[in-house]
């Protein structure tokens, strides 16, 4: 199903009008949903495992991503009845946003910005899009550049140690907003040859060591980070000199860590998820720019073919003319009215005609293959010798539709998607701005630990010495049992326990690379600003060289129109005359030729008065509305409207 409708529309909210119509179908929408899809929808999925329940196994699957079809969509194939495709402009465009590649590859763009986010919100930095301005004042102190994500092991001291000192305990920091869970056992046996055997009672010394930890740790935005460590350790021996043999050490460590100067509060830490939103919205501006020039040249390629077509229509029409009139000048030879010259300068004209046509004609089945480069994603099959026929009339100009350049201007600033990229990329360098102000100031972090330990295990029980010697080494006469179980009660009660609080303090002297970084920043804000005014200089420029080239179309236009028809009115007038004896063969030759040529520059004023309202839509960032192009579809390649099929019935708009 299709229908007729306006080539521009009207811009009500600037109070100008901006119409031209024309005779182009477009396609009726089919089964809308009620609810449109975001961007976000139409882009996908991000391909990503980040949930553990209750799969488990998912965070550590790679992604599955599919791969990219090169087959052309159905609908190419449904436009093709015996061997040529009927293409409107309308349906040009949908099939260019199912096949084009390049419009293809820029849809891996806002894939890469959602993906960007994920691995933002574990608090890493993001890759970058194209459109997108990366700061290099950026990454020094950066969360996860550098920053150790294991645990400090809870076995570094408490009641298994040996030399029993007290000790100040800092966990260390978790530089990831993701939670990250460890698990560490080994075992081990040694034998050590000892000096004498007065200390442990033996000269050989040989043990069996078997451990465990468990650590559970998280940083938040905030700048705040927390570790759990659980483990504990069993340790047999051979001397006889042990409380416990094997002796059963057990241990909780729970740190908190904050940052107060340095690397505090939510704007220091998560500066990366928020440039990571900010790129979806570049990416999504970046996508309509690259879109709405694809889309330009789709439609540019398009009139290139309607004026090809209509050449070759033209071409025909001078070989007719010639035909005719050679036609006329043999008999006229026969009966003797006229000399054979007049027959050999009719046979060269003809022969010049149908040299212009068959160029004309070979122009045509080039401009095809740009056509089938544009609306497929490979030429194979029947598309490698499918004839294409234009069917959309080229647009007429309407006095007084062209706005005034202000208004264009107006429009311009609103709707082309570089100023907002580089609006947005202004605001990630603000992100970048507060960052390094923030690494300016000295590290300051303060930390608390809560360490509990236990110690039991099978305890040895010591006699009472009788002689010297036992005073060294007294008898054993017995053992109490005891294991994990009295070391975790120990623990769990607190009989051991172990606190720690304090705060570490770093002061750069110089401050160099900071500063550094603070100052390119700012050279960076003060560039892009400058950049953003050249942009819109630049899009001014656009602005006014369309409107100009609007005007010019239109003027064009008309006169070549009042030169086919004062053409066209000589030639008659010619033929008339030379009928009667009163002109010459040469006369209406060159009558003919000048209505061709007249003909011929008709349509190429028509065409480059297409151009021009394409160059315009373009340079006022309205050539996807103009067209009735919807991002969301664009973005997610697949047109939400029913095809122009041939043979179907036409409704009127």
Same mark, same amino acid.
């Not at 550590?60 to 159905?74: E, G, I, K, L």
């Not at 010259?341 to 004209?349: A, P, R, W």
């Not at 003060?526 to 420029?541: F, S």
């Given at each position: 199903m299709s229908y007729k409708r306006n080539r521009l529309q009207a811009s009500a909210a600037i109070g100008a009008a901006?119409?031209?119509?024309? $005779?182009? *179908?477009?396609?009726?929408a089919q089964g809308q949903p009620d609810k449109p899809l975001t961007f976000q929808q139409a882009v996908g999925n991000t391909y990503t495992h980040t949930r553990w329940f209750p799969n488990l196994a998912g965070p550590y699957v790679p992604p599955r991503v599919p791969a990219f079809r090169m087959a052309n969509t159905a609908f190419l194939y449904e436009l093709i009845q015996n061997g040529v495709m009927h293409l409107s402009l309308d349906d040009a465009l949908a099939l260019a946003i199912e096949n084009n590649l390049n419009i293809a590859v820029d849809r891996y763009n806002p894939k890469y910005a959602y993906i960007d986010r994920v691995r933002a919100a574990s608090g890493q930095a993001t890759r970058g899009i194209n459109g997108m301005f990366?700061?290099?004042?950026?990454?020094s102190g950066a969360l996860?550049?550098?920053?150790? $994500?294991? *645990?400090?092991?809870?076995?570094?001291g408490g009641a298994g140690s040996a030399s029993g000192a007290i000790s100040v305990r800092q966990s260390s920091a978790v530089g990831s907003f993701d939670p990250v869970v460890g698990f560490a056992a080994g075992w081990g046996y040694g034998v050590l040859p000892l000096p004498n055997a007065v200390l442990n009672g033996v000269s050989l010394l040989t043990g069996n060591t078997g451990y465990y930890d468990v650590f559970f740790g998280q940083e938040f935005p905030t700048g705040t980070s927390y570790s759990i460590t659980a483990g504990g350790e069993r340790y047999s021996t051979n001397t006889t000199d042990s409380l416990f043999n094997p002796e059963v050490v057990t241990g909780l460590s729970v740190g908190i860590e904050q940052n107060i100067l340095n690397g505090f509060g939510y704007r220091a830490n998560a500066k990366f998820i928020r440039i990571a939103e900010n790129e979806i919205k570049i990416s999504k501006a970046y996508f309509n720019e690259q879109l709405q020039s694809v889309i330009g040249t789709v439609l540019n390629d398009y009139w290139a073919l309607a004026q090809d077509k209509a050449q070759v229509r033209v071409a025909q029409e001078a070989v007719d003319y010639n035909q005719e009139l050679l036609k006329e000048n043999q008999e006229q030879v026969k009966i003797g009215t006229l000399a054979p010259l007049d027959v050999i300068q009719s046979e060269s004209s003809l022969a010049t005609a149908q040299q212009n046509l068959i160029v004309a004609q070979t122009t045509y089945r080039q401009e095809e293959e740009v056509i089938k480069d544009d609306i497929a994603k490979q030429v194979s099959g029947p598309l490698v010798t499918v004839t294409i026929n234009p069917t959309t009339k080229f647009p007429q100009p309407i006095p007084g539709s062209i706005p005034t350049v202000q208004a264009a201007l107006d429009i311009a600033h609103k709707n082309r998607p570089e100023i907002d990229i580089n609006r947005l990329n202004m605001r990630y360098e603000g992100y970048v701005l507060k960052a390094n102000r923030n690494s300016l100031l000295p590290t300051l972090d303060a930390f608390a630990t809560y360490s509990p330990s236990g110690l039991a295990g099978q305890q040895v029980l010591f006699g009472t010495p009788t002689n010297l010697e036992q005073l060294e080494s007294p008898p054993i006469i017995g053992h109490l049992p005891g294991g994990v179980s009295q070391a975790l009660s120990q623990m769990f009660r607190n009989k051991y326990p172990d606190y720690s609080v304090g705060f570490t303090l770093e002061m750069p002297i110089l401050n160099r690379a900071a500063q550094a970084?603070?100052?390119?920043?700012?050279?960076?804000?003060?560039?892009?600003?400058?950049?953003?005014?050249?942009?819109?200089?630049?899009?001014?420029?656009?602005?006014?060289?369309?409107?100009?080239?609007?005007?010019?179309?239109q003027a064009r236009i008309d006169a070549a129109q009042k030169a086919v028809t004062y053409a066209r009115e000589q030639y008659v007038d010619e033929e008339k005359k030379f009928k009667v004896g009163e002109s010459t063969v040469a006369l209406v030759i060159q009558m003919q030729n000048s209505l061709t040529q007249a003909e011929g520059n008709l349509v190429t004023a028509e065409s480059g008065y297409a151009q021009a309202i394409t160059q315009f839509e373009q340079a006022t960032g309205t050539v996807l509305t103009a067209n009735h192009i919807e991002l969301t579809d664009a973005v997610s390649g697949h047109m939400n409207r029913m095809p122009n099929i041939p043979g179907a019935p036409i409704t009127q708009h």
């Amino acid at each position: 199903m299709s229908y007729k409708r306006n080539r521009l529309q009207a811009s009500a909210a600037i109070g100008a009008a901006f119409i031209c119509l024309t $005779t182009v *179908p477009v396609c009726v929408a089919q089964g809308q949903p009620d609810k449109p899809l975001t961007f976000q929808q139409a882009v996908g999925n991000t391909y990503t495992h980040t949930r553990w329940f209750p799969n488990l196994a998912g965070p550590y699957v790679p992604p599955r991503v599919p791969a990219f079809r090169m087959a052309n969509t159905a609908f190419l194939y449904e436009l093709i009845q015996n061997g040529v495709m009927h293409l409107s402009l309308d349906d040009a465009l949908a099939l260019a946003i199912e096949n084009n590649l390049n419009i293809a590859v820029d849809r891996y763009n806002p894939k890469y910005a959602y993906i960007d986010r994920v691995r933002a919100a574990s608090g890493q930095a993001t890759r970058g899009i194209n459109g997108m301005f990366s700061s290099n004042a950026l990454f020094s102190g950066a969360l996860g550049g550098g920053i150790s $994500t294991a *645990p400090t092991s809870f076995a570094s001291g408490g009641a298994g140690s040996a030399s029993g000192a007290i000790s100040v305990r800092q966990s260390s920091a978790v530089g990831s907003f993701d939670p990250v869970v460890g698990f560490a056992a080994g075992w081990g046996y040694g034998v050590l040859p000892l000096p004498n055997a007065v200390l442990n009672g033996v000269s050989l010394l040989t043990g069996n060591t078997g451990y465990y930890d468990v650590f559970f740790g998280q940083e938040f935005p905030t700048g705040t980070s927390y570790s759990i460590t659980a483990g504990g350790e069993r340790y047999s021996t051979n001397t006889t000199d042990s409380l416990f043999n094997p002796e059963v050490v057990t241990g909780l460590s729970v740190g908190i860590e904050q940052n107060i100067l340095n690397g505090f509060g939510y704007r220091a830490n998560a500066k990366f998820i928020r440039i990571a939103e900010n790129e979806i919205k570049i990416s999504k501006a970046y996508f309509n720019e690259q879109l709405q020039s694809v889309i330009g040249t789709v439609l540019n390629d398009y009139w290139a073919l309607a004026q090809d077509k209509a050449q070759v229509r033209v071409a025909q029409e001078a070989v007719d003319y010639n035909q005719e009139l050679l036609k006329e000048n043999q008999e006229q030879v026969k009966i003797g009215t006229l000399a054979p010259l007049d027959v050999i300068q009719s046979e060269s004209s003809l022969a010049t005609a149908q040299q212009n046509l068959i160029v004309a004609q070979t122009t045509y089945r080039q401009e095809e293959e740009v056509i089938k480069d544009d609306i497929a994603k490979q030429v194979s099959g029947p598309l490698v010798t499918v004839t294409i026929n234009p069917t959309t009339k080229f647009p007429q100009p309407i006095p007084g539709s062209i706005p005034t350049v202000q208004a264009a201007l107006d429009i311009a600033h609103k709707n082309r998607p570089e100023i907002d990229i580089n609006r947005l990329n202004m605001r990630y360098e603000g992100y970048v701005l507060k960052a390094n102000r923030n690494s300016l100031l000295p590290t300051l972090d303060a930390f608390a630990t809560y360490s509990p330990s236990g110690l039991a295990g099978q305890q040895v029980l010591f006699g009472t010495p009788t002689n010297l010697e036992q005073l060294e080494s007294p008898p054993i006469i017995g053992h109490l049992p005891g294991g994990v179980s009295q070391a975790l009660s120990q623990m769990f009660r607190n009989k051991y326990p172990d606190y720690s609080v304090g705060f570490t303090l770093e002061m750069p002297i110089l401050n160099r690379a900071a500063q550094a970084d603070a100052a390119r920043a700012l050279l960076e804000e003060h560039m892009l600003q400058t950049e953003n005014q050249q942009e819109v200089n630049a899009i001014d420029q656009a602005v006014r060289e369309a409107e100009i080239a609007l005007t010019q179309g239109q003027a064009r236009i008309d006169a070549a129109q009042k030169a086919v028809t004062y053409a066209r009115e000589q030639y008659v007038d010619e033929e008339k005359k030379f009928k009667v004896g009163e002109s010459t063969v040469a006369l209406v030759i060159q009558m003919q030729n000048s209505l061709t040529q007249a003909e011929g520059n008709l349509v190429t004023a028509e065409s480059g008065y297409a151009q021009a309202i394409t160059q315009f839509e373009q340079a006022t960032g309205t050539v996807l509305t103009a067209n009735h192009i919807e991002l969301t579809d664009a973005v997610s390649g697949h047109m939400n409207r029913m095809p122009n099929i041939p043979g179907a019935p036409i409704t009127q708009h």
